[in-house]
Antibody, heavy 121, light 106 residues
Framework: QVQLVQSGAEVKKPGASVKVSCKAS????????LHWVRQAPGQGLEWMGI????????SYAQKFRGRVTMTRDTSTNTVYMELSSLRSDDTAVYYC??????????????WGQGTLVTVSS | IQLTQSPSSLSASVGDRVTITCRAS??????LAWYQQKPGKAPELLIY???TLQSGVPSRFSGSGSGTDFTLTISSLQPEDFATYYC?????????FGQGTKLEIK
């Protein structure tokens, strides 16, 4: 069964960093691209970036460039998302999601269960 | 690429036929997916390629459209369908989502 399991909730102070993990099971993480999406409380979905776990290459949304770093550890089948210089408006649930499909049939599935990151002094 | 969903919220009854629309700010061919999200849960894929039903998703869900105008239709609402629905474009990065449509029980 293909599954993405994320690390637990975090509480951070403004200016700190957070690192969220996303462990893949049921498949090799190097075979599919992984995306990160966040959702602020009561708000919609916001794409943050993508990592190619095979090559380690990344592409980030302009909004997060300079603050976000996506990495992978192929030995543990895990991908990481680190966000630095946290602000109160970074309070959100952070999701990882596997990219699937081919041709024009692309999609995100499955998704991790989400990790709540709360930024508060 | 901006995606605009309408309506933002919708009240309907069990058994109703419901249609949600998603309009893209530029041509995205058929690079569109639809997701359902329930409170406290991750989004779940319903439809991709604008009209291809994900395995395991009930056939009362259907999608159509190409270019800039897309629709998600639920033919006969069931109690478990009351949720928020999002469209997503995968034509180009950054991938973007519509603002969501909250489907509530009338």
């Amino acid at each position: 069964q293909v599954q993405l399991v994320q690390s637990g909730a975090e509480v951070k102070k403004p200016g700190a960093s957070v690192k969220v993990s996303c462990k893949a099971s049921g498949y090799s993480v190097t075979n599919y691209y992984l995306h990160w999406v966040r959702q602020a409380p009561g708000q919609g979905l916001e794409w943050m970036g993508i990592i190619n776990p095979s090559a380690g290459s990344t592409s980030y949304a302009q909004k997060f460039r300079g603050r976000v770093t996506m990495t992978r550890d192929t030995s543990t089948n895990t991908v990481y998302m680190e966000l630095s210089s946290l602000r109160s408006d970074d309070t959100a649930v952070y999701y990882c999601a596997r990219e699937g499909g081919s041709g024009n049939l692309w999609y995100f599935d499955p998704w991790g269960q989400g990790t709540l990151v709360t930024v508060s002094s | 690429i901006q995606l605009t969903q309408s309506p933002s919220s919708l009240s309907a009854s069990v058994g109703d036929r419901v249609t949600i629309t998603c309009r893209a700010s530029q041509d995205i061919s058929s690079y569109l997916a639809w997701y359902q999200q329930k409170p406290g849960k991750a989004p779940e894929l319903l439809i991709y390629g604008a009209s291809t039903l994900q395995s395991g998703v009930p056939s009362r869900f259907s999608g159509s459209g190409s270019g800039t105008d897309f629709t998600l239709t639920i033919s006969s609402l069931q109690p478990e369908d009351f949720a928020t629905y999002y469209c997503q474009q995968l034509n180009s990065y950054p991938s973007t989502f519509g603002q969501g449509t909250k489907l509530e029980i009338k």
